[in-house]
Each structure stands twice: as structure tokens, then as C-alpha cells.
């Protein structure tokens, strides 16, 4: 509830404000998952927030992200899945990326397109694409949690018969 009085805040401030809008949908999408009537009310919201601000934002790598990643979560027929998603996160890698120095603020996300591109794959059946996609993150930063002790096993196990 705090964070999320900040963003409104700053969007008070500038309605237009990408940044802020990505957040918002993310502790937005986040308060989703507590409960079923949630999911229907905050999950709409979630959706059409991150939908709207990467239509205005196409460029902007954290947009992309967040809405790459409610499409992962969303049904196929509000047009969510791996497919559409692993599109968005395709598209934030290469937007991080061109973006050239990952030092400076805002520096979130660049690893994220990363891991979140790397399950669209391995739903995909890409495992190798999938693997490639976490150690590209684990290059950069060889202690990410995320991927090094919850994803690449879980990918490791799905690769056994």
C-alpha cells in the first residue's frame, strides 16, 4: 500500500509518467493474486494500465517488460501466452540493450527480461534458448536468486524424462 501511494503520488504529478505507470500495473497486477475477486478487479486493472502505457511507450524497455509480462498470465483470449509475451520480452532485451549503460536510474529490469524471456521459451519447448536466455542474466550478475536457484533448476528437471 505504500509503494502504490507513491506512484499515485507521482502520478499526480505527471499522469504521462511511464515509470510510474509500469509500477503502478505491477503493485496493481501484484494485489491480484490475493484472492479470486482480485484477480477479476485488479487483474483488469493491471491489464489495461500495462497495455495503454506500452502502446504509448513502445520504446521503453520497462514497458515492454511489464506488459510482456501480464500477457504470461493472461488467457489466450484476452490475447496472453508465452508466444505474445516472449514478443515483448524479446523486444525489452533489445531495448536494454541498445540503451548501452545499465548504471544508470532507473536500472531495473535489464536481468528480468532476461529470466522472463527465458520461461516464455522453455513454455515453449525452446529449453536451450530457455538456458541461454538465464545464463546471459547470470553473466552479469552470477548471484540472481531468481534464476540461479528457482529457474535454471526448474528447467533442468523439465529437461529430464
Given at each position: ?31 491480484a ?6 484477480r ?16 504509448q ?17 493472461a488467457?489466450?483470449?484476452?490475447g ?5 509475451a516472449?514478443e ?25 527480461a ?19 536466455s538465464?545464463l546471459?542474466?547470470?553473466?552479469r ?6 534464476i540461479?536457484?528457482?529457474l ?10
Amino acid at each position: 500500500e505504500r509503494a502504490r501511494s507513491h506512484t499515485a503520488w507521482l502520478l499526480e504529478r505527471d499522469p504521462k509518467d511511464v515509470e510510474a505507470r509500469v509500477l503502478e500495473s505491477a503493485l496493481i497486477g501484484e494485489a491480484a493474486t490475493r484472492s479470486m475477486f482480485a484477480r477479476m478487479r485488479d487483474g483488469r486493472a493491471s491489464y489495461a494500465i500495462a497495455k495503454e502505457t506500452a502502446e504509448q511507450a513502445p520504446e521503453h524497455p520497462r514497458a515492454r517488460l511489464q506488459w510482456g509480462v501480464i500477457l504470461f498470465h493472461a488467457p489466450s483470449m484476452f490475447g496472453g501466452g508465452h508466444e505474445p509475451a516472449g514478443e515483448h520480452f524479446e523486444a525489452a532485451r533489445t531495448l536494454f540493450d541498445a540503451r548501452g549503460d545499465a548504471t544508470h536510474w532507473p536500472n531495473w529490469g535489464d536481468l528480468d527480461a532476461d529470466a522472463w524471456l527465458g520461461q516464455a521459451l522453455a513454455r515453449g519447448g525452446k529449453k536451450k534458448k530457455a538456458r541461454a536466455s538465464y545464463l546471459r542474466a547470470l553473466e552479469r550478475k552470477p548471484d540472481y536468486e531468481w534464476i540461479r536457484a528457482k529457474l535454471l533448476p526448474d528447467l533442468t528437471r523439465a529437461a529430464k524424462p
